[in-house]
Every structure is written in C-alpha cells, then in structure tokens.
Nanobody, 113 residues
Framework: EVQLVESGGGVVQPGGSLTLSCAAA????????MNWVRQAPGKGLAWVST????????RYTDSVKGRFTISRDNAKSALYLQMNSLKPEDTAVYYC??????RGQGTQVTVSS
C-alpha cells in the first residue's frame, strides 16, 4: 500500500522559509517521479513541482521558480521542498504525490504577518 506522510508545515511570516518533508513507503520510491502539489483555501489542487527518479530533472510552476527547491533522498525514501521568500499566496495545504495521483494527508503552510 502506498503511504505518503508529509511534515514540516507551519505558520511563517512573509519572507520566511520552511522545509517540507515527505516520507514514502509501499512502492519503489527510487524509481518514481514525484510531485509536490498544493491546495489553497477555497481553490482546487495546483501542481507546484516535479522531480524525476534520480533527482537530475526538476520543474516548477512559474510562481515558485527561484524560491522553492525540490529534492529527494532515495536512500531514505524521502522527498523535500525547500521554500524560501514565502508569500501570503503560498498559503495552502501541501501534498507530496505520485504521478498516479496518490498523495498523503498534507501539511498546512500559512504565510501571514
């Protein structure tokens, strides 16, 4: 059974930083392209970033380019999202997700002064 557990969210002031983590189990993580997606209050799911299986290829939605960095540790079956220069519009529940749409319970990120 695919298990994805996100952590690291919290409340941060604009301009601050957070690092999200996702612990994966139940599938071959090291062979899997992974995504971060988010859901802002009152809105649908939105794609944030993708990383391929060996970490050599990454993509970002335009609104986070230059501020967020996706990475992974295949030895630990872990996915990360380093978020810098956070803005109020980054407020959302963040999920790690497989390319088949499986995702965890999410972690709340709130950017507010």
């Amino acid at each position: 059974e695919v298990q994805l557990v996100e952590s690291g969210g919290g409340v941060v002031q604009p301009g601050g930083s957070l690092t999200l983590s996702c612990a994966a189990a139940g599938f071959t993580f090291s062979s899997s392209t992974m995504n971060w997606v988010r859901q802002a209050p009152g809105k649908g799911l939105a794609w944030v970033s993708t990383i391929n299986s060996d970490g050599g290829y990454t993509r970002y939605t335009d609104s986070v380019k230059g501020r967020f960095t996706i990475s992974r540790d295949n030895a630990k079956s872990a996915l990360y999202l380093q978020m810098n220069s956070l803005k109020p519009e980054d407020t959302a529940v963040y999920y790690c997700a497989t390319i088949y749409g499986r995702r965890g319970q999410g972690t709340q990120v709130t950017v507010s002064s």
